[in-house]
T-cell receptor, first 116, second 114 residues
């Protein structure tokens, strides 16, 4: 079975401090993993993706994530938060099920608040 | 290159009314999806179309129907709207089963059912 757990529903950081958004997953196959960002009243935008290449993935706007198979984690980090990073972030897992079709599961989201 | 477009952006319905949400993509993607987003629940898949000519139920299909009109267009129909269908609806597309699973999203339709 495939699932995604975002460990924090809300994260609050001060501007200029590091960001850590946590995500754990389970998958029966070799998954692809994604982080999407959603700014208020907007659609979802891809931040970064892991598809079985390098385990440390760099994305847009200074974000990166590390795929750790032993811990089944794909945490999102950024060294220094900006006010514009305030948004909701979704961790997503995608793999092929036994029928060969791609199944995609979204986490429930983490709202990031950045305090001036 | 507009990506994924959705119409309308906003809609208010009365209980029992019907409507169709339209979605189109210009990326030549094979697969298309309809999601609903509710507070604290992330995105839940309503229906998807793995390729032109096929549609399948997702996690929450009850009360909805879909049509994959052609490769570009995938519509979602509410035959008899209910207040529980008040939500934000997102259409998405992806290359398909040969791709890495990345989906491209439209801007969403905010639907209120009174």
């Amino acid at each position: 079975a495939q699932s995604v757990t975002q460990l924090d529903s809300h994260v609050s950081v001060s501007e200029g401090t590091p960001v850590l958004l946590r995500c754990n997953y389970s998958s029966s196959y070799s998954p692809s993993l994604f982080w999407y960002v959603q700014h208020p009243n907007k659609g979802l935008q891809l931040l970064l993706k892991y598809t079985s290449a390098a385990t440390l993935v760099k994305g847009i706007n200074g974000f990166e994530a590390e795929f750790k198979k032993s811990e089944t984690s794909f945490h999102l980090t950024k060294p220094s938060a900006h006010m514009s990073d305030a948004a909701e972030y979704f961790c997503v897992v995608s793999d092929r099920n036994s029928g060969g079709y791609q199944k995609v599961t979204f986490g429930i989201g983490t709202k990031l608040q950045v305090i001036p | 290159n507009a990506g994924v477009t959705q119409t309308p952006k906003f809609q208010v319905l009365k209980t029992g009314q019907s409507m169709t949400l339209q979605c189109a993509q210009d990326m030549n993607h094979n697969s298309m999806y309809w999601y609903r987003q509710d507070p604290g629940m992330g995105l839940r898949l309503i229906y998807y179309s793995a390729s032109e000519g096929t549609t399948d139920k997702g996690e929450v299909p009850n009360g909805y129907n879909v049509s994959r009109l052609n490769k570009r267009e995938f519509s979602l129909r509410l035959e008899s709207a209910a207040p529980s269908q008040t939500s934000v609806y997102f259409c998405a597309s992806s290359v398909g089963t040969s791709g890495g699973g990345e989906q491209f999203f439209g801007p969403g339709t905010r639907l209120t059912v009174l």
